[in-house]
Nanobody
Framework: VQLAESGGGLVQPGGSLRLSCEVS????????VGWFRQAPGKERGFVAR????????AYADSVKGRFTISRDNARNTVYLQMESLNVEDTAVYYC????????????WGQGTPVTVSS
């Protein structure tokens, strides 16, 4: 499985950004694709996930109502639309395909950095 993120960058507080993750080689057994993030000096944490065969989505409480995960199966791409960004959203964002229910043992992209700063 290969995952390639793009779309990160510098944005002002209150701004928006859309991340993309192009997915290839995904197993037919894969149930979800998700986004995690790692802020400086912190552990990686769950952000959002979406079903690969349906559109069931789940979000971390810290991003609920501000971030939207979606996918375009025709393009094999998963998106993360981020609104009302604040400095606490500054992190490297990773696209992940879990190994069964194990995200840590799954396939991770190289990450795309997001910096929220004025």
């Amino acid at each position: 499985v290969q995952l390639a993120e793009s779309g990160g960058g510098l944005v002002q507080p209150g701004g928006s950004l859309r991340l993309s993750c192009e997915v290839s080689g995904l197993s037919l057994d894969t149930d979800y694709v998700g986004w995690f993030r790692q802020a400086p000096g912190k552990e990686r944490g769950f952000v959002a996930r979406i079903g690969w065969s349906d559109t069931t989505a789940a979000y971390a409480d810290s991003v609920k109502g501000r971030f939207t995960i979606s996918r375009d199966n025709a393009r094999n791409t998963v998106y993360l639309q981020m609104e009302s960004l604040n400095v606490e959203d500054t992190a490297v964002y990773y696209c992940v395909a879990p190994d069964g229910n194990d995200w840590a043992r799954g396939s991770w992209g190289q990450g795309t950095p997001v910096t929220v700063s004025s």
